[in-house]
């Protein structure tokens, strides 16, 4: 259904699922352990070419040293879109996927063709937002998404295996945000994304409340869609709802 | 043989009904239940009791450093350490030790100890921790670079004290047009650097190739064995030298009692459970949160926590347990420092809720009669 291809790129060599056929899609995955081709990644495949690459330091890779914030990421990925010669193609992205997409956007958005972000995260909150980093790792599972086992990689009875590849992600993802969990330079850049943006958020989010997306949608000029019987981790809980807004989403940038 | 006189100055009045509802004592335990007024009683107390043990001839005093916690009162070592000068004539002031990685500023440390070693007349040991994971949830700070800063923390402090200023530093994690750290320390060419070890092979290669003093906190003591034989191994075969016991130390837990072992650890126990149920309780992702190490130790630390899930809790005793008579603490003291070819015992009197009256009495044993039996073998060793 997918196969792996490596990137050579400035940064790092980059791993990238790629599968199905169609206009390109590049898809940006969420945090603790969910980078794996899924079944969202399928229903993508059904209309798209899709390119599912690992983010550095992610997938049981450790933390790069080069990596500093997520902006690194966007020059990363941009460089990607280039070597893979992709034209404009629309980038979906969840949770820190979908905060990288959205830094992607500010910088590039003239490569894309348009974003998709479910559960955004990487602004900054009136209200703190709960602590991932000092959760036991069930709970952090509990916090991401309703379809995800906790149990599966709770260190004292779980898979150890398991329960380290979800705390390696963090790990990267603690380099990105444990002093701060959102960039204060976004706000003030989002006017910059100039292409169309769409934000969704599911219904049943533990993670960012809905004020919290709907600001990131109004910052960034994007439409908002809440997505029923989902925790944060949109693509996880619903992938069939997630894929047929994608397909709705290119639909209106095809008119 | 060296003994130290080891201390955690500890809150002794942690509720367990407020207590359950906080996963640990430390980070999220709340500081409205700190009463400032036992406090300044609690520091006195404390104080004098290392002030004791340079009475009584311990070689060094230890004091440390932790955030935002029950188990340890102690955010500042140089603040103690500065106290402890006024009150302590021959003993060294042990800092083990000051957590360099956590400042934003290291050169403020290389200032406070080379003050410290300064009035003290050169009696400073200069521990060099990278602080465990709470430190770094207390601290705001990221513990993917805690490794990163540490080394450099580490190096530029030795710098600092040891080549003429002012020099400029372009570090990875810290930069300095101008390093001119006065005053600069009294012992030549620094103050002794020890480092507390949990064991990483990185952290032993470090510390073998610097011949840096290992100070192991609640080790056991087929652990602790391991970590000696590891050092031991680079020191021999990387580093061309080879280590001795004065190159290894390791707290326990010392309760001296007329009456012998079962009198003692009758009055020891409440105060251990104390400490370990209330005080020490870490939750895996406080003590060692995302990034603080290398994923095959994170996979390392699971396998611990399983491992004492399983026993009851950490060990605080290395080998045989000084708790007992005289003669009994003596002997084993001997024995436990022979197993595993240490050179400092590091010895914790005060334990979790343990009060003045009883540290104190244990430690006039420890030095009316344990001490003359320990120089006494000394001598014909």
């Not at chain 1, 989010?205 to 004020?211: G, I």
């Not at chain 2, 602080?131 to 530029?156: K, N, Q, V, W």
């Not at chain 2, 079962?262 to 990034?291: C, M, Q, W």
């Amino acid at each position: 259904m997918h196969e792996i291809i490596e990137v050579e790129l400035p940064s790092q060599p980059a791993r990238v699922q790629h599968g199905g056929e169609g206009p390109p899609l590049v898809f940006l995955h969420s945090e603790a352990n969910t980078s794996a081709w899924s079944d969202f990644h399928d229903e993508l495949a059904e209309n798209f070419e899709v390119f599912a690459p690992i983010h550095p330091g992610f997938g049981g890779e450790e933390t790069p040293d080069w990596l500093t914030d997520v902006s690194d990421l966007s020059f990363h990925y941009k460089d990607l879109l280039q070597d893979l010669n992709l034209d404009r193609p629309l980038v979906v992205g969840t949770s820190i996927g979908a905060w990288i997409a959205a830094d992607l956007a500010i910088h590039f958005s003239a490569l894309l063709k348009g974003v998709l972000l479910f559960g955004p995260i990487g602004l900054r909150s009136s209200e703190p937002l709960p602590d991932l980093f000092i959760m036991e790792l069930p709970e952090v599972l509990s916090y991401l998404a309703n379809s995800l086992d906790g149990s599966q990689v709770d260190p004292m009875t779980g898979d150890a295996e398991l329960a380290t590849a979800v705390w390696t992600d963090l790990a990267t993802q603690a380099r990105l945000m444990w002093k701060r969990n959102y960039d204060p330079r976004l706000a003030l850049r989002a006017h910059h994304a100039q292409c169309p943006i769409m934000v969704a958020a599911g219904h049943e989010d533990r993670l960012t409340p809905s004020a919290y997306a709907k600001r990131y949608a109004e910052l960034f000029g994007a439409s908002f869609t809440s997505v029923d019987e989902a925790g944060h981790l949109v693509p996880l809980d619903q992938p069939a709802a997630a894929a047929a807004l994608v397909n709705s989403f290119y639909a209106t940038l095809e008119k | 043989m060296e003994l130290y006189a080891f201390h955690l100055m500890p809150y002794p009045n942690i509720d367990p009904k407020v207590r359950e509802k906080y996963s640990s004592a430390w980070v999220v335990y709340p500081n409205s239940e700190y009463d400032p007024v036992l406090g300044q009683h609690l520091y006195d107390e404390y104080l004098d009791q290392l002030t004791f043990a340079d009475q009584i001839g311990f070689d060094a005093v230890v004091v440390n450093e932790h955030h935002q916690n029950a188990y340890g009162l102690m955010p500042s070592p140089n603040i103690m350490a500065s106290a402890l000068i006024g009150r302590t004539t021959n003993a060294k002031i042990a800092i083990l030790g000051n957590g360099i990685a956590l400042r934003d500023n290291p050169l403020r440390v290389a200032e406070e100890v080379a003050m410290l070693d300064v009035m003290s007349g050169g009696r400073v040991l200069s521990g060099f921790v990278r602080g465990i994971g709470a430190e770094y949830h207390s601290m705001g700070l990221d513990p993917t670079r805690s490794r990163s800063r540490f080394f450099e923390a580490h190096d530029l402090i030795v710098k600092a004290w040891t080549e003429p200023g002012p020099f400029s530093w372009d570090g990875e994690n810290y930069q300095f047009r101008y390093v001119n750290v006065w005053p600069r320390p009294l012992q030549q060419p620094h103050p002794p650097i020890f480092v507390p070890s949990q064991g990483s092979a990185e952290t032993l290669r470090w510390a073998a190739q610097h011949r840096y003093p290992l100070a192991c906190t609640f080790v056991p003591m087929e652990r602790l064995k391991q970590f000696y034989d590891q050092y031991r191994q680079y020191a021999s075969e990387d580093f061309g030298y080879e280590a001795g016991p004065e190159q290894f130390g390791f707290t326990s837990i010392v309760y001296v009692h007329p009456d012998g072992e079962e009198a003692a650890a009758a009055e020891l126990e409440p105060h251990i459970k104390y400490f370990k149920e209330r005080a020490f309780t870490l939750p895996l992702p406080t003590f060692f949160p995302p990034g603080y190490t290398a994923a095959e130790s994170y996979k390392t630390r699971i396998e611990i926590a399983r491992e004492l899930a399983s026993s009851g809790g950490p060990t605080l005793t290395a080998g045989e347990p000084l708790i007992g008579s005289p003669e009994q603490v003596g002997e084993r003291l001997e024995r436990n420092l022979a197993a595993c070819g240490a050179g400092t015992l590091m010895a914790q009197f005060q334990v979790g809720d343990m009060p003045h009256d009883k540290v104190m009495r244990s430690m006039e044993l420890f030095g009316s009669e344990v001490m003359p039996f320990l120089s006494k073998n000394k001598v014909t060793s």
